[in-house]
């Protein structure tokens, strides 16, 4: 891996901006690698799917970086030429899949967040983020039906299915605490009306799904200890296997195109 | 001011852009071209004098955008257009909404559900029934929700059997 990492000078929105993307390209990346294994035929066609939507996004997240850094990178720069530690997205979803119920419950708690996230960016001062939300509102409330739809599935179906789906959600709960951080350089970017404050979203979180929980018979785990790191580019060992995987080819080949 | 040949060359201009552009198909719903579809913002000339065709994605992640450009691109060097320029647009989203009705009786000729109704999210999240573009019945039963694009899902038809793909109301 020859090829050296870009350095660009971080200002509030770039960061904002490209925590989404990280978000955004690692779930899709991720959701990726169900292609040609998931359980049956119709998930394996919806897990693509998403993870084609959730990769759309990012693009269109680093392109808009791309163009708030000005300096000549593009959006495959972003995505495929910076380290570790330059990556802000939340230790959530670079967790590994684990079992369908696993990658279930892991976008249920994801997706419900960002459909909140994604419906009040629609309002944001910055127009390009406001453009961006609006694409992606959607097609996020349609993950988080798809994904809690399966979730009562999975829950309320067969005992093994129940618990695999209740170790799941004890699990990954413990890394939902970091969807609802915000740090200084994001209080900027709050107080100018261009992100709404994630802080103080928790319990509207709670209540979405809440119901969804209920339904498929599953508990909320009362574990008070939340994994944090992420969103300052402190990430799991698993990360480092991700970007082996997703940047080999930008790292041989620089510049590679399609 | 621009004289008045100036004007005429120029909406001659576009209007042959826009006869060679209303060629150009969707790559993966080739019944359609991109204005029934919706996806064709405008054509214009810019202040030097050449063309721009704005386009916009059905879904973030529409893998069909970039043939769609090159195509476009095509369409207009085979009439002499030679440097054209091709802009992608996400405001305003684009919704099932901008879909033309011929579009829409081109997609169920094919054998594709067009989508029911006005875009909303109850639209995209409530149990419409939809009709079966072969047979017309209204007994189906959706599938899948994702389908063999992302904007379509799979449904079947409990009358006539078929399985068939609905573009989604979005």
Known sequence: ?258 | MSTLAELDTEDDLVARARAAIEEVCDPEIPVLTIADLGVLRSVEVTADGEIEVTITPTYSGCPAMDVIGFDIKTALAKTGIDNARVRQVLSPAWTTDWMSEAGKAKLRAYGIAPPAGRASRRALFGEQSIACPHCGSHETEKVSEFGSTACKALWRCKICREPFDYFKCI
């Open chain 1, 1 to 258: 891996m020859a090829t050296t990492s870009i350095s660009f000078t971080e200002t509030p929105l770039l960061n904002l901006v490209l925590l989404r993307a990280d978000d955004a390209l690692i779930l899709g990346h991720r959701l990726s690698e169900w292609c040609g294994h998931a359980p049956m035929d119709e998930e394996d066609i919806a897990l693509a799917n998403i993870a084609l939507d959730l990769i759309g996004q990012a693009r269109s997240l680093y392109d808009y970086a791309a163009r708030i850094d000005d300096s000549g990178f593009t959006e495959d720069h972003f995505a495929y030429r910076r380290d570790e530690h330059q990556y802000r997205n939340c230790l959530l979803v670079e967790q590994p899949n684990g079992d369908f119920a696993a990658t279930v419950v892991r976008h249920v708690l994801f997706s419900a967040f960002m459909d909140l996230y994604w419906r009040e960016t629609m309002k944001s001062r910055d127009e390009t983020l406001a453009a961006i939300a609006a694409k992606a509102e959607k097609e996020t409330a349609y993950h988080l039906r798809h994904s809690g739809e399966w979730l009562i599935r999975l829950g309320d179906g067969t005992d093994e299915s129940h618990a695999r789906a209740q170790e799941a959600l004890d699990e990954l709960w413990a890394y939902t605490g970091e969807l609802f951080e915000t740090d200084e350089t994001e209080r900027a970017v709050i107080e100018s009306g261009v992100t709404p404050d994630v802080g103080s979203r928790q319990e509207s979180w709670q209540k979405r799904i809440e119901p969804i929980l209920r339904e498929a018979t599953l508990k909320i785990p009362s574990a008070p200890f939340m994994h944090t790191g992420g969103r300052s580019g402190r990430h799991s060992e698993h990360f480092g296997y991700i970007l082996a995987d997703l940047q080999y080819l930008q790292r041989a080949h620089p510049e590679a195109v399609w």
